[in-house]
């Protein structure tokens, strides 16, 4: 047969060449942020840049990196500018970025230890680094997943597989004689919407999550809880878990987890805890105490892509009970031989995917390049620098502060004079888009308790500085006064 055809492969100097303006166009991308925008000018433009067939014939590399910088940069938002403070969304520092080149350039397919030995070892290494942060035991098993929401989906898996009283892999939901117990889980109504996907996917049916009323600091009320379990019980459902959340997504309420857990052992549920958001804050030394009572709960979902700062995607899973998460996942498939090899753990084994990246990786890099230290005062720095916005909210007179604020998340609303009821609702949203419309900051919003919206700034970004959080406090009050003086007064 003839050679394969060409082009597919590059010599090192073409490696360098390419690798060398590739590394311009990324270092530009990643620095400069003083005169750069978060948010696309014209972020619609994208609607029209990526549409057509694709080539017949190849591009030059060179021609499509120039291309990047055309199209691709400039339709782009930035995550990592110092002034994005929308969602949750880490920074990723340089270090993690690079880590993922490496990784790909590696290609582990971090499935089975034959073909990985050195990137499920490094797996293995920090997810034990990571128990040790959240206080977890060294035993403790984990995971690198895509995200939070499939690691708490995960989690939802084997909880399910380990709380029914059948053989739940093998006969399903509707159990033995096919009129199984509904099955209940218990989370604050501030949860994150993954843990009823979790219950919908895994066959349980949204219904089976209950969602229990918070009090006035958003945090799940036990006493409803515990009532609620009750009534689930005398009706013939079977609780089996507790959902506690560390870090709500609304406005970073942390539930009362040592009281979450006293009531799990005495019910005998399973205690997760959602720390997507929040987990990391254990380093900090401002973190509140209830949060460090994380580390007594039976699993916990925690996202080195948000407060560990790494690039997207790297999530954890962490449970308690060693080899839970093979009970919930191993096939052992003749074609694989994944069975009996000692201390070498195959990751297909602990979850849903074979094919799996090196996640680890770029987390193992960063936690060695900033140290747990490191780590615990950007973390702490990231929460002070909330409380400072928080004061800059409270001295602003057309702000109001709208939520109370335990880790780095504030929420506020303009309440300039002369305005009310649906003009000053709208107003709120509005001066979050006029704020990413001038290419200000990015924000997002919060629903509060009683329905009301409010300005939401999180704070899991490295970059962020005290200048940044005076320029959001002062855009919002000046364009939320600004606009209200446009609007129909009412
Ligand atoms: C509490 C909580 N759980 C789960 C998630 C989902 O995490 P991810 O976006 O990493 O999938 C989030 C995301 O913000 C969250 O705040």
């Not at 254990?282 to 009572?293: V, W």
Request: net charge negative.
């Amino acid at each position: 047969m003839e050679d394969p055809p060409s082009g597919f492969d590059w010599d090192e100097k073409a490696w360098r060449e390419a690798g060398e303006r590739v590394l311009r166009l990324v270092a530009a991308a990643s620095t400069n942020w003083e005169s750069r925008r978060p948010s696309p000018e014209h972020p619609d433009d994208a609607l029209t840049l990526f549409t057509g067939p694709p080539p017949q014939d190849g591009v030059a590399f060179e021609e499509l990196v120039n291309r990047i910088e055309r199209e691709v940069l400039p339709t782009s938002a930035y995550n990592g500018h110092p002034r994005w403070l929308a969602y949750i969304m880490g920074a990723p520092t340089p270090v993690s970025v690079l880590g993922d080149l490496i990784a790909s350039s590696l290609n582990q397919n971090s499935g089975l230890w034959r073909v990985t030995p050195s990137s499920t070892a490094i797996e293995i290494q920090t997810l034990g680094w990571i128990a040790e942060m959240l206080g977890f035991p060294s035993a403790a098993e984990g995971i690198f997943l895509s995200g939070g929401q499939m690691a708490n989906i995960v989690a939802h898996a084997v909880i399910r597989d380990a709380k029914s009283p059948w053989d739940m892999r093998n006969l399903g939901i509707r159990g033995p004689e096919g009129n199984a117990q509904q099955l209940r889980i218990y989370a604050s109504s501030e949860l994150h919407y993954c843990h009823e996907q979790a219950a919908e996917l895994l066959g349980m049916g949204r219904q089976a999550v209950r969602k229990v009323p918070v009090d006035e600091n958003y945090r799940m009320r036990v006493d409803s809880l515990s009532q609620m379990i009750a009534e689930d019980r005398a009706r013939g459902d079977l609780p089996i878990a507790i959902v506690g959340t560390a870090g709500t997504p609304g406005t970073g309420a942390i539930d009362p987890i040592p009281e979450l857990i006293g009531l799990a052992r005495q019910e005998d549920l399973w205690l997760h805890i959602d720390g997507a958001y929040g987990a990391f804050a254990t380093l900090a030394e401002s973190c509140p105490a209830a949060l460090r009572a994380l580390a007594d709960a039976d699993s916990v979902a925690c996202d080195p892509h948000k407060w560990l700062f790494a690039a997207i995607d790297a999530a954890v899973l962490l449970v308690r009970e060693p080899g839970r998460l093979e009970r919930s996942f191993a096939f052992h498939a003749s074609y694989l031989e994944t069975a009996d090899r000692g201390a070498r753990v195959d990751f297909l084994e602990r979850g849903p995917e074979n094919s799996r990246p090196q996640r680890g990786f770029k987390v193992w890099l960063s936690i060695q390049a900033f140290g747990r230290d490191g780590y615990a005062a950007m973390i702490d720095y990231n929460i002070r620098l909330a409380a400072y916005l928080e004061e800059l909210v409270r001295e602003t007179p057309e702000l109001v502060l709208a939520a109370p604020r335990e880790l780095s998340i504030v929420c506020w609303r303009v309440e300039p004079e002369g305005i009310g009821g649906l003009a000053l609702e709208e107003l709120q949203t509005d001066v979050i888009k006029e704020i990413e419309r001038q290419g200000i900051a990015m924000i997002s919003n919060a629903r509060l308790r009683d329905g009301r919206t409010a300005l939401r700034a999180c704070i899991t970004n490295f970059r962020t500085r005290v200048e940044d959080v005076e320029t959001i406090v002062r855009a919002s009050a000046e364009i939320g006064a600004e606009l209200a003086g446009k609007s129909p007064r009412r």
